[in-house]
């Protein structure tokens, strides 16, 4: 099944305005939060639902629909499980109609225990996700009438792996700390392309997943924002920004940490890029209701009455709503998952040189962006920001720089 391009757009959409509000290293998923706030808005009434609508940048009488189209096609994506669940206490009273719009097998059953509910719901979130998120991002008490969960994580294996090896770079935030660096060699040009935007320009790396699951790295200017570099990013995607691509690159310093350079060879090779990157492993915590206008919840979260009358004639209201979110890059490929949760209460030189080659370099020796999508689609997953690159490990280093003698390097 094919997500509708409204959707993507909406979802791109909430993922370039979640990037406004980042500041450090992170990262966080709008595809994961979306289906949710959908269906709160499909049970919401009177400026919940407004809020709600606005938020997702679709009519809230269509929210219920789109949620359940996106989740059917994302389900549907190699490398990508998803997962709804809803519990909800015994003496909780569901609207039929709302009820009906979720999957068949995602009700459960909240006791009121604080203790046996939190264990259920850890449980919940750690087989939807592989593991990789081990507790559900949101509190239960005994007056917790419901909860609205999505679970997403996803896996891929680059086309072309990269090789391990040990980096300091030479200056910036980086500087004079042994880094997990990560090189490939490659021979496809148009994988690295350079973007004007209003606030500076943006070096944007594809790195291909071989199920149809990519991962665009994004270099800004340095005194750009992240949610500058993310946002061209998303417009990127959305072909919203002309982008320079590999191929038609001049010579020189033509991008944030790109240059393009003529070197003398031994030999009459074709034109090279050569990537350098680092390694690593960003988790992050997310309190939705921090942020309540940009998620449509200033208005849900009153409890001194409630907002959904489509969902329950019981008044709810959402007391707590949070993700926990992960994402690793590493040599052969790249893992993310999130969790997301709302819950409701009452109320070296050649030798001879005789030929002339070209050579594109791209090094992401600073804080960088990150887009993990779907390649069809171009529907954004995850995204985040990289400030706190893994550690160089010389036992694993060992082992890896054996494997590359056995190996030949991909040159594409």
């Known amino acids: 099944m094919r997500v509708g391009n409204a959707t993507v757009r909406a979802v791109n959409a909430l993922t370039a305005r979640w990037a406004d509000t980042v500041s450090d290293g992170t990262v966080f998923s709008a595809a994961g939060v979306w289906p949710l706030l959908a269906f709160l808005a499909d049970g919401a009434a009177g400026p919940a639902r407004e809020e709600l609508a606005e938020a997702l ?39 039929a109609e709302w009820e009906a719009g979720l999957p068949a097998d995602a009700h459960g059953v909240l006791t009121g225990d604080p203790g046996a509910d939190r264990a259920a719901l850890d449980a919940w979130a750690a087989k939807r996700t592989g593991g990789l998120i081990e507790r559900m991002p949101v509190t239960t008490a005994p007056d917790t009438e419901l909860v609205l969960a999505g679970a997403l994580a996803l896996r891929t294996e680059w086309l072309s792996r990269f090789w391990e090896t040990p980096w300091v770079p030479e200056s910036g935030p980086w500087g004079e700390r042994v880094l997990l660096g990560l090189r490939r060699v490659s021979r496809v040009l148009d994988r690295i392309g350079v973007a004007d935007t209003p606030a500076g320009a943006v070096t944007e790396l594809k790195v291909l997943g071989r199920n149809g699951i990519d991962v665009h790295l994004l270099l800004g200017e340095e005194h750009m924002t992240p949610g500058q570099v ?16 590999g191929p038609l690159l001049p010579y020189g310093d033509v991008g944030p940490g790109l240059r393009v350079v003529r070197e003398r060879s031994v030999t009459p090779d074709p034109p090279t890029l050569e990537v350098s990157t680092v390694a690593f492993d ?104 990289v400030t706190d690159p893994e550690r160089y490990s010389e036992d694993e280093f060992e082992d ?3 494997d590359a003698f056995q190996d030949e390097e991909p040159a594409g």
């Not at 190699?78 to 709804?84: H, I, M, R, V």
């Not at 992050?284 to 919840?297: N, P, V």
């Open 57 to 95: 940048e679709i009519s809230a009488d269509q929210a219920a629909g789109a949620a359940r189209e996106l989740l059917a096609a994302m389900d549907a994506m190699p490398g990508l499980e998803t997962a709804l669940g809803l519990w909800t206490r015994r003496t909780l009273e569901l609207r």
């Open 230 to 245: 993310l946002g061209a990013g998303v417009d990127l995607l959305a072909r919203g920004l002309p982008l320079v691509p």
């Open 282 to 385: 960003v988790t992050a915590r997310h309190d939705l209701l921090r942020s309540h206008r940009l998620f449509g919840l200033g208005t849900a979260r009153d409890t001194r009455r409630g907002h959904f009358p489509g969902i329950s004639d019981f008044p709810l209201a959402v007391a707590s709503a949070g993700q926990t979110a992960l994402a690793r890059f590493h040599a052969r490929g790249f893992q993310a998952a999130a969790v997301t949760a709302l819950g409701a209460v009452g109320g070296g030189p050649p030798p001879a040189l005789r030929h002339v080659t070209t050579t594109v370099e791209a090094v992401f020796d600073r804080p960088f962006g990150f887009l993990a999508l779907h390649r069809r689609s171009r529907l954004v997953l995850a995204a985040g920001w």
């Open 400 to 402: 890896e720089f054996e």
